[in-house]
């Protein structure tokens, strides 16, 4: 008996294996829910089936030789009925070796193909393994082997393809050819594929029904017709209650409504223009709403940048320094402090636009624009202003330098001009380190040349340690600087300026730029003085190693003391636990010697008692 020809959903057909292969070029070969979403008639299992038993490339199809007969029946004499087994040692499939195997005993036996005993011989699991009907898509013969079936062209299909084919074969032409086609229209396609199953399940019920064999829709089995179709049903609908108006009209109009449109679907198919009036319109406003983002945008930025524009400009206020007065400080605080308090009121007074929290972030990319976009530093010269340091007024006065309106012109005199640098050394006019007097050289130990060196190395000693009393430490046993006569320094710079308008120009040599001598003394000295730096670098680095060798060990003994500490802890505590048992036990003991004390005596008693009764 021949394998039957119908299954559900049909013979393989052309159209579906060409359909199956080019889904498993794009999807893979373990896929074969999606892959079978493409075939209406066939299952997973028929799809995979289909695959690997006949359609995979790596099938072998060529024809038997003995040695693979002979193969065949000792493996199935070992092997008995474990086709898959066989298989895999063959590199055959099961149905190849089923086939073969039963057309050996045929022979064996002398059973033509024709004859009734054929239906008890051995057969493939199905359909899956016959070829496709309808047009071949190879020139190939069934038992060859197709070596590059990508080289060669496909043949055409039968021009009278049925209507579900074709709505299959563009189905899976639209998900298989990557078109970029929108969610409402697969949708679309996939409600035209339902209404043309439904309409080719109702033309073949017809045609049965003509033919004298009445089918139902619904099916017979109890266990189904109770489940929800929720294509065509609403699960657990609850149907309202019928109120005080009457809605017979409306209902009626509503099935007609739907009775039309179901007709107008099954007639004409479901248009598409609707879907892309709507998808276009969903484009046009997002497409608006990017473009009000934008401005929006656009608008905080500027708002920002015409507020920091605002900020700067009253930030880079004009300079203008007064004429140098006896009372110049107190006019100069006082015109500060109305300067910051009148421009912070008219920042203050700015309309800051809404939504702080969304414009940091334009305000700091602005803010990083623009500093970007500054040009490059200049280094210009200029007459050089006369400067007080903030040393010198906390020293003065005590208090805060920021807190301007608290200083007072008794406390701090005129210090602009000559007083400035007359009283005050320029190190602390221009707020450069003072060094400790400790760290300096004992001039005791200088060799001087002459007395004039020797004198300016004491006064620029004591000047180091007046200036690091008076600004430092002022409990370092130090000499204060007597204050200089004015007149004297005037007369001295005098002499200064003097001498120099006198010397000569010409005479000055210009010196230049000292090289060492290119020898080979020169060299030596200085490859000494790099090994004796090299010893002296690595005697430092022993010694930063031992520290931190110090530093490990000592973690190591702090870990090893920790752990020592807790054990004790645990032995302590287990120490004071069982003196509290043996306390509690030895309480105990007591009660019941006790206790049976008094029982021996009173059965002394008793004794007693009976003897003398």
Same mark, same amino acid.
């Given at each position: ?23 498993? !070029? ?6 074969? @829910? ?11 299992? /028929? ?25 065949? $029946? ?15 040692? $063959? ?40 070829? +496709? ?21 496909? %043949? ?9 084919? %074709?709505?299959?074969? +563009? =189905? ?7 078109? /970029? ?16 199953? %439904?309409? +080719?399940?109702?033309?073949? %019920? ?89 401005? =929006? ?41 109305? $300067? ?5 009121? !008219? ?5 800051? +636009?809404?939504? /702080? ?11 990083? =624009? ?44 005129? @210090? ?107 060299? @030596? ?13 690595? !005697? ?20 090893? $003391? ?29 009660? =019941?010697?006790?206790? *049976? ?12 008692? *009976?003897?003398?009764?």
């Amino acid at each position: 008996m021949a394998p039957p020809l119908y299954v559900k959903g049909g013979v393989w057909t052309n159209v579906e294996d060409e359909i199956l292969k080019a889904a498993i !070029q794009k999807y893979g070969i373990y896929q074969w @829910e999606r892959i079978s979403s493409l075939l209406p008639k066939k299952s997973a299992k /028929q799809v995979k089936a289909r695959w690997v038993e006949y359609l995979s490339p790596l099938l072998n199809k060529t024809d038997w030789t003995k040695e693979e007969d002979e193969k065949l $029946l000792n493996l199935h004499r070992i092997f008995p009925n474990q086709w898959r087994s066989i298989s895999n040692i $063959l590199n055959r499939t099961a149905v190849q070796c089923v086939e073969r195997y039963q057309k050996l005993i045929d022979e064996a036996a002398g059973v033509k193909p024709g004859d009734d005993e054929d239906h008890l011989g051995l057969s493939g699991p199905g359909i899956e393994t016959l070829p +496709a009907v309808g047009a071949s898509s190879s020139g190939l013969a069934v038992g060859e082997m197709n070596l590059n079936p990508e080289s060669k062209p496909a %043949r055409p299909d039968d021009e009278d393809l049925p209507d579900d084919e %074709r709505e299959m074969l +563009a =189905e899976a032409k639209a998900r298989l050819g990557n078109i /970029q086609g929108k969610k409402a229209k697969r949708k679309a396609r996939e409600r035209m594929l339902e209404e043309s199953k %439904r309409i +080719a399940l109702l033309q073949k %019920r017809r045609e049965l029904k003509s033919a004298g064999i009445n089918v139902k829709l619904t099916t017979r089995n109890k266990k189904k017709r109770k489940e929800f179709d929720y294509n065509a049903d609403i699960p657990h609908e609850i149907i309202p209650k019928s109120g005080p108006y009457d809605t017979t009209d409306e209902l009626k109009q509503n099935d007609y409504e739907k009775r039309q449109f179901g007709q107008q679907v099954s007639t004409k198919g479901i248009s598409m223009k609707d879907i892309d009036d709507r998808i276009a319109k969903e484009e046009s406003r997002r497409k608006k709403e990017i473009e009000k983002k934008q401005s =929006e945008k656009k608008r905080e930025l500027s708002a920002a940048g015409s507020l920091i524009r605002e900020h700067e400009d009253a930030k880079r206020r004009k300079l203008s320094l007064p004429e140098p007065e006896p009372d110049g400080f107190k006019t100069t605080a006082s015109d500060t402090l109305v $300067l910051a308090k009148h421009s912070n009121n !008219q920042v203050s007074q700015k309309d800051i +636009a809404r939504n /702080q929290n969304k414009k940091r972030t334009a305000v700091a990319q602005l803010i990083k =624009e623009t500093f970007e976009k500054l040009p490059p530093p200049k280094h210009e010269t200029g007459e050089v202003l006369p400067f007080v340091s903030t040393n010198i007024l906390e020293s003065r006065n005590g208090t805060d330098v920021n807190d301007i309106s608290e200083v007072s012109t008794k406390e701090i005199p005129n @210090e602009t001009g000559a007083d400035v640098n007359t009283t005050v050394s320029r190190v602390v006019q221009r707020e450069l380190p003072i060094p400790h007097p400790n760290s300096l050289r004992d001039p005791s130990t200088i060799k001087f040349g002459s007395l004039v060196d020797k004198l300016i190395v004491e006064e620029c000693h004591r000047l180091i340690g007046s200036d690091y009393k008076q600004y430092h430490d002022a409990t370092i046993s130090v000499a204060s600087a007597a204050n200089y006569d004015p007149g004297l320094l005037d007369k001295i710079n005098q002499d200064i300026d003097k001498e120099f308008a006198q010397m000569d120009i010409s005479s000055v040599r210009e010196f230049k730029d000292y090289t060492l001598p290119k020898n080979f003394k020169v060299a @030596e000295s200085i490859i000494e003085n790099l090994h004796t730096l090299h010893d002296e670098n690595e !005697q430092l680095t022993n010694r930063i190693s031992s520290f931190t060798n110090y530093e490990e060990q000592r973690d190591q003994k702090l870990t090893q $003391l920790t752990h020592l500490w807790r054990e004790l802890a645990d032995v302590n505590l287990s120490y004071s636990i069982e003196k509290k048992l043996f306390e509690l036990e030895s309480s105990a003991a007591d009660k =019941e010697k006790l206790r *049976l004390r008094e029982e021996i005596d009173k059965l002394n008693e008793k004794i007693e008692t *009976l003897k003398q009764g």
